[in-house]
T-cell receptor, first 114, second 115 residues
Framework: KAGVTQTPRYLIKTRGQQVTLSCSPI?????VSWYQQTPGQGLQFLFE???????NKGNFPGRFSGRQFSNSRSEMNVSTLELGDSALYLC?????????????FGPGTRLTVL | SQQGEEDPQALSIQEGENATMNCSYK?????LQWYRQNSGRGLVHLIL?????REKHSGRLRVTLDTSKKSSSLLITASRAADTASYFC???????????????FGTGTRLQVTL
């Protein structure tokens, strides 16, 4: 099976712009979660989608949003980018519904905001 | 914010030695997982231990969990240079019933294994 794929792998944007990141989970996985990783805050949960519905959301401003499509692919969007949004954005897919299963992570998208 | 802390923040050992990393967390958990990350890449799942388990082994990995102290440790035996990476603990809260995937990560331990 192919692993979790994320596109693009690297992205450079300027303040005020918006960005869309994409994640394709492992085939058959229906749950996708997004995490932000920064040197200062570490790994933080952004949101989780299951069957096209957002099931949980982390403590991030409304500039961060996401969605999931019927084929389980997910996108996250960040509007009005700020310097502090520079981070590695990781997506993870889970094979089974239920609390705390092993998650399979993609390679991440490295976003740099100038 | 991070739920947990890991110590040490950095660990440097020689090949063949054992490496021990500790993780503390704050709330009741359903399970605790350990992940590995190489140089800012994606995370790789290593092992999962449930709240009713006290110890688990997988190859050269040994994980312990003490829910009364809200702490866990990861032991890597006979370390190799290829084990050089950052290691993170992650907890799934016992309150997240029905929510599959939210993990709260610790601060991580950077392990350097030298020849």
């Amino acid at each position: 099976k192919a692993g979790v794929t994320q596109t693009p792998r690297y992205l450079i944007k300027t303040r005020g712009q918006q960005v869309t990141l994409s994640c394709s989970p492992i085939s058959g996985h229906r749950s996708v979660s997004w995490y932000q990783q920064t040197p200062g805050q570490g790994l933080q949960f952004l949101f989780e989608y299951f069957s096209e519905t957002q099931r949980n959301k982390g403590n991030f401003p409304g500039r961060f949003s996401g969605r999931q499509f019927s084929n389980s692919r997910s996108e996250m969007n960040v509007s009005t980018l700020e310097l502090g949004d520079s981070a590695l954005y990781l997506c993870a897919s889970v094979p089974l519904a239920g609390v705390g299963n092993e998650q399979f992570f993609g390679p991440g998208t490295r976003l740099t905001v100038l | 914010s991070q739920q947990g802390e890991e110590d040490p923040q950095a660990l440097s050992i020689q090949e063949g030695e054992n490496a021990t990393m500790n993780c503390s967390y704050k709330t009741s958990i359903n399970n605790l997982q350990w992940y590995r990350q190489n140089s800012g890449r994606g995370l790789v799942h290593l092992i999962l231990i449930r709240s009713n388990e006290r110890e688990k082994h997988s190859g050269r990995l040994r994980v312990t969990l003490d829910t009364s102290k809200k702490s866990s440790s990861l032991l890597i035996t006979a370390s190799r240079a290829a084990d050089t990476a950052s290691y993170f603990c992650a907890t799934a809260s016992a309150l997240n019933t029905g929510t599959a995937s939210k993990l709260t990560f610790g601060t991580g331990t950077r392990l350097q294994v030298t020849l």
